[in-house]
Every structure is written in structure tokens, then in C-alpha cells.
């Protein structure tokens, strides 16, 4: 690449600061205070706070609504995270064996992965809805009474099935890109080399998209953790009580409906060292990630 | 034995082109056998379809006294090297070698020895270790032949294997190729659409046009007496001259000029002549021709000359005097050809 050559050692600096002047107001700033507060206990009312050192991430992290949520958090993204992967990566196959080499398909797909996100997101919270949901209806066929927002479990189970249902196109879309960008002269040398379709998945297919699949990973735990927030909200609105939710959720909960800022901004200060965590683990792999070509 | 024989293969496509008109062709046990043709004439069809890569519409294909129509690619005994090489990007060369014959259960201490004599035979031994990427095109080239030479197939199909090489390498491994094969004594099939390559590397060429045999033979007898224009103007550099003329009592009329002809044939034909085959004479008495461009071409030199209102290529030797102006054109009759106009075919 070449190098830009500015007359003024400041140019660079200037022609920077609107992308620092938005990172700083929306996320430095916000950062910084949620790190300050958490040491504080605020008073909502008077605007007092009180400085109490680390009792707020201590009352958080053994709080056992906070260890009932974090469990659940964990098991919603595994979940989430990994049917979403499993059945995207499912139809993609499937897709992938229809579509080789016609593009037409392939656009409509495309509208697809343009259209759904959030028309399914929106669609999915429907078909749990407790009064008109038709899945509501088909548990109730087979002696499952789901009272969705009254049973913490069945609350659970709904929210994680429509959190799966709105990533699949999402994950649906990437496999099939990486599987199309798989030679067909590569999956024609395997297919004389190996008569087994089952392990020519697994020895060729699998392997050429792991680097997709580890990227979609990564972005599917975040997902799972932090941009369900709509999701859940859609579910447990009315009754927030005894309904299973995340992390993030819960950060939300307890500052604004329960005015726990202080608490609330601990535990977000611990979700950033989560989101840390999960990029610093993202790039170490990315840059170890061998390059096919 | 015939190894491979294909009947009255047809391809027609899902999209209705129909790619492959009904070709039979045999390969001998043993024997090379190029299909070459210009773009688009089904030479990769054709192959794809022994190889089980592509449904065979009509006809059948025979391996070993066999019909494999209905076989899968792994279970043809059948290997194919690639255009682009398809080698697995994701496993060493070793592992490439190996994995047609682990997947065929084949006993590791077997697997290690072939994948060590082939890598011995292609002189890939110190790279078995890398990766395909780690690996320059030529010798990338060399895993997709150890690839293949492994498995101990009934037969190797190659798809212009030699097509992504730069020119000196493709001269160079297109004679390892040839060798390879008679050592190992297996028979072949080579697509390309180089004639060069095709007439050094076949036993036998089929020369495809439109989906068609045009002529199954000898490199010999594909270029000494084509069967139709098209392999005449196919095979051969500089390819052959081709001039319409007519055929009647008095000779053979080509635009003016009348040349003696001993033919029965009458009527409108098509006139062929190898430039190599054509010499001029300082004496203008008998077909006289114009000169025109001269290219040098070192031991050689094209000259294109002008007989009434065609074109005319001959070959010269560059030790003899420069040509110009108004010159003589002689050649020996045996080595003049007629074609039907209408047909294309020899007469
Ligand atoms: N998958 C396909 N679907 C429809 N038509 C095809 C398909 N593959 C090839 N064809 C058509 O069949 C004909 C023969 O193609 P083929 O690839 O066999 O040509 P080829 O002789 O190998 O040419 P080249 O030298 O360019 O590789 C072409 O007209 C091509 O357009
Ligand atoms: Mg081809």
C-alpha cells in the first residue's frame, strides 16, 4: 500500500478526529463513567453517591439472581450459538448442492438474508405469543402446556428458539459463500478419491470452512450475548418477574426499572471485560488462522 | 485388452446444450490417447463424463470390459489430474497423496511406500511436508500427478494439466509426462487443445469439432492425410493452406491459375497444401505467386505469398536467399490435397 504524504504533521490527526470524536463520545465516555459509577453507591433520588470501593461488583458477582442469570446467559449463547451454527450450516449444504453454478438462485437467496432478520425476529416472538402463538398451540398437542412469561423454563425455551431462528439466515448466508468458494474441481478430486459423501464432509468440506465457521462463532456468541436484547425484551415485557433473562438484560433491568446504577454499571463493566476477552481470543486466532488460497 | 471404450457417448446438458454428438473412441492398454480440439468442442465433457463427473445421456462407457455408467467416480478406478491441480489446500502433500488410499482402507505401511516411490519418481520427496500453498505452480503440478499415480488406476485422466505453466516448464513436463506414463505402462487420456502438445505426447489423437470425431489416428496419419478440412486446418503450424477451387477436364482451377490434376473428381473442392511441403523457384513459368510479408522465425521463416486473389503460407528455410517479388511455386503432387467444399472431407 502506499503511504499518504500530508504537508502538515497534524493533517492525519485532523481528518481522524470526527471517527475519535464519535468513539469518545459514545463509547469512551460512556465507558469511563460506567467504570466510575460502579465503585459508587448512587442515590437515585438525590443524585448522592457514595463511594463503596468494589462492594458493588462483590454484592453482583454473589448475588444469586446475578449466578441464576450468568448460568442461563451461558447456556442461552451455547445454545443459541450452536443450533444456529448447526442448521445454517445444514441448509447451507443443502442449498450449496441445488445452487452450484446457478446464479439466479443464489440472488433470491440473498433476499433472504435481506429480508428476514428482523421480519423473523418479529414473526418468531408471534408464533410463541401466549394467546394467538401457533407453537404455543403445537407444545400444547403433545401435553405441553408452555405458559410463556409465567414458567421460568418455558419462557427460556421460547426465547432461545426465536433467538436461533433469527441467526440462522445470518449464519445460512456465510457457509454458503465459504462452501461456494470451495473449487468444484477440489470437491470433484475428493469425490474420486473418496466414495463416502458423509466423509468427504468431514475431511474436506468441514476443515476448508473452518475459518468461516470460527469467525461466525465468535459472532454468534456476541450475538447470542448482547444483541438478543430485543428479543428478550419482545418476550418478557410483560412479566419480567420470574422470567429467565441475559447478562446484558439484566444490566438494563437494574439500572433503569430497579435504579441500581451503581450495580447496574458493575456488571456492564463486567460484560466489557467479556466482549475484551472474546476479541482478544477472536484476533489471536484470526491471526494464527492459516490462509487458504 | 481395451482398457477404457467409450460407445456412442451423448451429453446434452440440463440447459439443453448438447455438448458430446455421439463419439465412440478406444483406449488400449497402454496407449495415450490425446482428444484435442478448439474451445468449447467437449473434450472436458467427454473426459469428465469416464471420469463420473458428468451423467452420461446416451451410450455407454466400458472400463475393462466393465459399463461404469452408473458408477461413482471413487469406484471406476479411474485418477484425474486437474486443470488448476484441485489439490486439498488444507492438507500436506503427504496427506494429499494418501487420502484416495486411506479412504479405500489400504494398510498404512502400503500407503507410506507408495506415497514415498511416487514422491521418489516426481521428485517431491522434500516437500511432502508443506502445504499446497508452500509450493510453486510446477510442483504443485507434480502432487496432482503423484496424486493420481498412487491410487494405481486403470487408467489417468488428465484435463489440460499443463495449461496454468509457463511455456518452458510445459515443454519440460510434458515429456516427463510421456515418460511416466510408458513407464508405469498405464493408459491415458490427455485433453488439450495445443496441437504441439497433442502431436508429441498422443499415441492416438481424437480430434474433436462441435461435439464430433473429426479423426481418430496416428500423429502420423492426422497430419499426413487429414480426413476432413477442419483437422487439416487444426493440426499442424503454420496450418495448412486452404484455397477453393474446381476440378474439371482440364485440371484444377484455383482462382485463375490452373494447376495439373490427375483427380476424377469434378466440381468445386477445396485445394490443401502444407506449407512445408510447398517450395519456391526463382522460375515465375509455372503457378506463379506475389510475395509478400516474410517472418523470420529463426531456423525457419513464414513466407505469405499471394496466388491470384489467395493467400498462400510456404516455409523456407532461412539459409536460403531472401524471396521477393514474383517467384515460382512448386510442390509434388501426392502432397497436394482435395477436399469436398460442401463436406469438408477428402476427396
Ligand atoms: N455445466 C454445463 N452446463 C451447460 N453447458 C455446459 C456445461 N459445461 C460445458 N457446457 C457446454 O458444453 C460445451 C463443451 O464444453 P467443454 O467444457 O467440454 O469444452 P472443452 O472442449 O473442454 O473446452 P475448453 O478447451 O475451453 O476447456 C461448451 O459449449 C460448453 O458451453
Ligand atoms: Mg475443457
Redesign the interface.
Known sequence: MDKAQFSSPWMPYLLLMPQMLIIAIFFLWPAAEAIRSSFFLEDPFFGKATFVGIDNYRDALTGSDYQRTAWFTALFTILVALISLGLGLMFAVSADRVLRGQSTYKTLLMWVYAIAPPVAGLIGVMLFDQHIGPLVDFAALFGWDMRIGVNYWDTGTAMIIVATWKQIPYNFIFFLSGLQSIPSSVKEAASIDCRSEFRRFWTITFPLLAPTSFFLLILNITYAMFETFGTIDLIVKDQPGNSPVTLVYKVYRDGFRGNDLGGSSAQSVILMLIVLALTIVQFRLIERRVHYN | MTTLRIKNARKVYPNGAEAVKGVSVDVEEGELVVFVGPSGCGKSTLLRMV???ESVTEGEIELAGRVVNDL????RN???V???Y?????MSVRKNLA??LK?RKTPNAEINSRVDDAAKLLQISEFLDR?P?QLSGGQRQRVAMG?AIVRKPAIFLFDEPLSNLDAKLRNQMRLEIKKLQQSLDTAAIYVTHDQVEAMTMADKIVVLNDGQVEQIGTPAEVYGSPATTFVASFIGAPPMNLIPGDLSENGLNIGGTVLDHTADHRGPVTFGLRPERARLTSDANGIAVDIGVVEELGAIRLVHCQLGDHELTVTQDSEEPLPSGRMGLEYAERDAMLFDRDTGHRL
Do not use: T, V
Not at chain 2, 72 to 75: G, L, N, R, W, Y
Not at chain 2, 86 to 90: F, G
Open positions: 471420469a463420473g463427473l461413482e467416480p471413487a469406484d479411474i485418477a484425474m486437474f486443470q488448476n484441485a489439490l486439498y489446500p488444507h487420502y484416495g479412504n502445504k500453498s496424486r
